[in-house]
């Protein structure tokens, strides 16, 4: 069955140190990625997505990922990180194959201390 | 304003007692999701719908049951088999296209709390 690993569960650092969230997934085939955000009180959304074409996509509030597919991966980045980036981030992917499912990380608590 | 909704934002419940779960959406959406979000698993699918009259389980359907008699609605029924309900509860949506997937929109959620 396919999977997808968030490899921190936890992670604290100060404004304006730079972020990156670590994603792999376990599927042979052709996939659509996701990054998932949800800040506190708030609604769950979409920080930015991967369907083809450039492996490097950029999202909302200065955020991007990779998709490396030798690697699996689909790693979450952001230069410099501010107080209100506090939240909750998933990843989730969904096989082309597979209509509609979306298979999520466990999440990864991103705590941004001033 | 388009979106989703989900009513209550709390829920409480007894052991024993089904409970239904609303989810309803205006953004004309042909498909619609539960999810169960529980600390350090993430979300994890419950029932899906493709279009109205229809839908499908999801990996952890035992113990809760969906209705799709409208576009808009989706309700998700927590029965008194399910051996642990307390848990968040989303529903999402997304444009239903053949052949491609799109992103999936998120309700505020409910929590349920079965004492």
Redesign the interface.
Known sequence: AQS?S?HN?HVILSEAASLELGCNYSYGGTV?L?W?VQYPG?????LL?Y?SGDPLVKGIKGFEAEFIKSKFSFNLRKPSVQWSDTAEY?C?V?P?DS????Q????TQVVVTP | DGGITQSPKYLFRKEGQNVTLSCEQNLNHDAMYWYRQDPGQGLRLIYYSQIVNDFQKGDIAEGYSVSREKKESFPLTVTSAQKNPTAFYLCASSISASGRLHEQYFGPGTRLTVT
């Open positions: 997808v968030q569960h659509n996701f998932y708030q609604h769950l959304q979409l997505k369907f998933f989730a969904s082309t209509w509609g499912k979306l999520f990380g466990a999440g």
